[in-house]
């Protein structure tokens, strides 16, 4: 469904499409999603860097170069010890055209999904079954879930 949400009653996950944002990949290179064989050679995986996503998303023309320097977000100390994206929502940078979104971190992860040819799922934590949940417990360590925030 381009552009609009998958909302169904009582569901935890909500889809959302962001292909509409951008025309172009991210993650792999290719012009197709990651599920379809490409003819060019995957670059090795890594961490994205702060630089890395704020070339994109000028390259997409989302922000421009003159708000990211206003911005103060310096991509030489960036020592990565946040996500870029979160770097990027909370310094509220908004949208270069119309309707001038802030960048949100919904917005940006939806964004980095459609780059990398995933779909976009937003968890709504409200409605989780949090008994599914504890279940779960006996095979997640506490300093895992801690570590990588995962439970609520």
């Known amino acids: 469904m381009a552009g609009g949400r998958l909302h169904q009653a009582g569901?935890?996950?909500s889809r959302t499409d962001f292909s509409a944002t951008t025309d172009r990949?991210?993650?792999h290179g290719?012009?197709?999603p990651r599920s379809q064989p490409s003819s060019q050679p995957r670059p090795p995986e890594h961490r994205l860097s702060l630089k890395?996503?704020?070339d994109e998303l000028v390259a997409d023309g989302l922000v421009d170069t003159a708000d990211v320097?206003?911005?103060g977000l310096n991509v030489k100390t960036d020592r990565?010890?946040?996500h870029p994206l979160v770097v990027i929502a909370n310094k509220k940078l908004h949208q270069l055209h119309p309707p001038h979104q802030a960048l949100s971190?919904?917005?940006?992860?939806?964004?980095?999904?459609?780059k990398a040819g995933l779909p976009y799922l937003r968890i709504d934590?409200?409605?989780l079954d949090i008994a599914a949940v504890e279940r779960l417990l006996p095979f997640v360590s506490y300093e895992y879930a801690a570590r990588y925030q995962i439970l609520p």
């Open 80 to 82: 990565g010890q946040l």
């Open 30 to 32: 290719g012009g197709e």
């Open 52 to 54: 890395e996503v704020l």
């Open 25 to 27: 990949t991210f993650a």
């Open 105 to 114: 971190l919904e917005l940006l992860t939806g964004w980095l999904a459609g």
């Open 11 to 13: 569901s935890v996950v």
């Open 125 to 127: 934590p409200l409605k």
């Open 69 to 71: 320097e206003r911005s």
